[in-house]
């Protein structure tokens, strides 16, 4: 085994080197020290701006250095080292600096712990552009598109302001991101100017405001007014609302063809129907519409207008009943309108115009017609009536009236009795002549002219003093229906012959009938009424009488055709007949005569 000392010989060797060795680098080391030299300065600094960023740039002068330092002065303060770059670098961007804030950069090279001189200094601040020539580009009912010119590239946006009173107050409407040129404001509400302006906003600097633009909204009238539906009492209209910041409409109406206007009804500004339920039929409307806002109302909008008509009656029936033997018509129809005053009934006959057979209150919807005529279609219709509006009629309908079948209970033919004075009964009439012989005054028969018999009565009158009476007598109690009949044949008509009907002795007129001049005549309470219809000369022709003395009416006939048709009786009695009922009176010297023959009394069934 070796002894520990033989190592200690070579231990000491080993130290010996180590030491030597590392002596020797630290003195190169020292050697290389005093030789080096600092790095070149960089130079030719200069800073441009970017959207984000300030980006400061150099020429790099040295060949040796380890790197740059670049610093940073704010607002003419205190120098501070921003940060360091590596070697052959030659710009340096800073980011997100303030409008506003002077900035100034320097560089330096450095090499170990050498730095060179400074760069030159270079200084930038960024101005606060303000938005540019904002205008109103477009607009709407309620909205306005504004734009502007961006001046800049580095603002982080805009606020966009308004002031509804002339600029004394603003607020905040809109705060839009960098580069944005228009924006579109909504919401508006018409009669309001606005003031629009708007400035940039760099960091917590803000721009000078643009300059400003005014917008005036006038205030939109209701379009497309019009009717939407109506009745005969009522009227609903609708319109169009023109805008979202009306506070309602104001609904107007005139009567007198727009000269003046009464304002009926204000409504919320979601309405665009309202029903006018205070309409007369017959009377022309105007209507129009008003937008109301806050701040004011709109010209009137378009007008409507229409004139509301009665509804019509419709299904007219015609139905033949039995009145006591007499034919009546039952006129019926359906009630249609709420708003009538009352109803016409009217009725005409073929080639004939039309008259007016009855008028009633509202509500009515029957009549009976007590007189149609017969032997002939009696046409009728019906409508709805006010004080000003009239309705469309019912369709025509018609019903054809078969004449009453007549149940003669007295008659006188002449034929059986002798030429001359004739105070005699015959047929169950007794016929009572004033004896005025002597003067060829009264009634007599002849046999020239004769109606299908041998005989006929004359009445003939020659005297110009007095009356020739001839009385038909004793026809007593008679009611109901009454109808008289008789031949007449006329040889002149320049002169005068009366017929009149009465009661007991003469004393109580109930009707009078004449002929005079050509025409007949009838009298009434009032005097003579002349009919329209010519009697013919030198021909026979059918006169007939009829009395109603329930309703205390008669009319009267020629040939057939109704001359007059229910006229009141001038006096009205107990509702019969009795003692004389036929008087014919031969008057104002007649030497030309009249002539009767078949004359018949009896009831209509």
């Known amino acids: 085994m070796k002894s520990h000392s033989a190592w200690i010989p070579f231990l000491l060797v080993t130290i010996l080197v180590t030491a030597f060795s590392l002596g020797c680098s630290d003195l190169l080391d020292s050697f290389q020290d005093d030789e080096a030299e600092a790095p070149d300065a960089p130079s030719n600094l ?38 360091q770059v590596g070697r052959d670098n030659t710009d340096y961007w800073y980011y997100d600096p303030e409008v506003g804030v002077n900035y100034g950069f320097r560089v330096y090279a450095f090499l170990d712990d050498m730095e060179s001189a400074y760069s030159n200094t270079a200084y930038y601040s960024l101005d ?40 004394n107050n603003w607020s905040l409407i809109a705060e839009l991101d960098l580069d944005e040129t228009s924006y579109t404001v909504g919401e508006l509400v018409g009669g309001i100017t606005y003031m629009f302006r708007i400035k940039a906003i760099y960091g917590s600097m803000d721009s000078a405001y643009s300059n400003s633009v005014e917008f005036t909204f006038g205030i939109d009238a209701p ?47 979601n309405t665009t129907t309202w029903t006018d339920y205070d309409v007369t039929p017959g009377v022309n409307y105007i209507y129009r519409v008003v937008t109301l806002t806050e701040t004011g109302q ?47 009934v009217e009725r005409r006959i073929e080639g004939n115009s039309w008259e007016v057979v009855r008028t009633s209150g509202a509500d009515v919807t029957s009549f009976v017609d007590e007189s149609p005529y017969v032997d002939m279609n009696n046409y009728y219709r019906v409508c709805a009536t006010t004080d000003i509006a009239t309705s469309d009629y019912t369709d025509e309908a018609f019903i054809y009236i078969s004449a009453p079948a007549f149940n003669v209970i007295a008659s006188t033919s002449f034929e059986d009795m002798a030429v001359g004075y004739v105070p005699v009964t015959q047929g169950g009439i007794s016929w009572n002549v004033i004896d005025r012989s002597a003067e060829d005054v009264g009634m007599f028969v002849a046999d020239d002219p004769v109606y299908e018999g041998s005989r006929s009565a004359q009445l003939v009158d020659n005297s110009t003093t007095d009356y020739a009476n001839v009385f038909m007598d004793n026809i007593d109690n008679l009611t109901g229906h009454i109808r008289v009949e008789m031949m007449m044949y006329c040889t002149a008509s320049d002169k005068v012959a009366n017929i009149f009907f009465q009661d007991t002795d003469g004393t ?57 048709a229910d006229l009141p009786f001038l006096n009205p009695d107990n ?31």
């Open 128 to 167: 606060a552009d303000a938005p540019q020539n904002l205008q109103v580009v477009n607009n709407g009912t309620d909205w306005v598109e504004l734009s502007w010119d961006d001046p800049s590239d580095n603002e982080d946006g805009y606020e966009l302001e308004i002031s509804e009173d002339g600029g």
């Open 508 to 564: 109580s007129f109930i009707l009078t009938g004449i002929w005079n001049y050509g025409t007949l005549e009838y009298r009434d309470e009032n005097g003579w009424i002349q009919t329209s219809y010519t009697y013919p000369l030198e021909t026979w022709f059918e006169l007939a009488f009829e009395f109603d003395l329930d309703t205390d009416e008669w009319s009267m006939f020629a040939d057939g055709d109704t001359v007059v």
């Open 46 to 83: 200069t800073i441009n701006p970017m959207s984000d960023a300030l980006v400061v740039s150099w020429w790099d002068n040295s060949s040796t250095e380890d790197g740059f330092g670049i610093e940073i002065q704010i607002d003419n303060g205190s120098w501070a080292l921003l940060d």
């Open 223 to 269: 379009t497309n007014l019009m009717v939407e539906s109506h009745g005969e009492n009522w009227v609903t209209l609708s319109w169009d609302d023109p805008a979202s910041y009306n506070t309602g409409f104001e609904i107007d109406r005139s009567v007198d063809e727009g000269s003046t206007w009464t304002e009926l009804e204000t409504v919320d500004g």
């Open 298 to 344: 709109s010209e009137p909008s378009s007008t409507v207008e229409l004139t509301t008509s009665l509804y019509a009656p419709t299904d007219l029936y015609l139905e033949l009943v039995d009145n006591n033997g007499f034919p009546n018509v039952n006129v019926t129809w359906q009630d249609n309108s709420s708003a009538e005053h009352g109803y016409t």
């Open 575 to 605: 509702g019969y007949f009795d003692g004389t009922m036929f008087k014919v009176i031969a008057a104002y010297s007649m030497a030309e005569p009249i002539y009767i023959d078949e004359v018949k009394v009896g009831t209509v069934q």
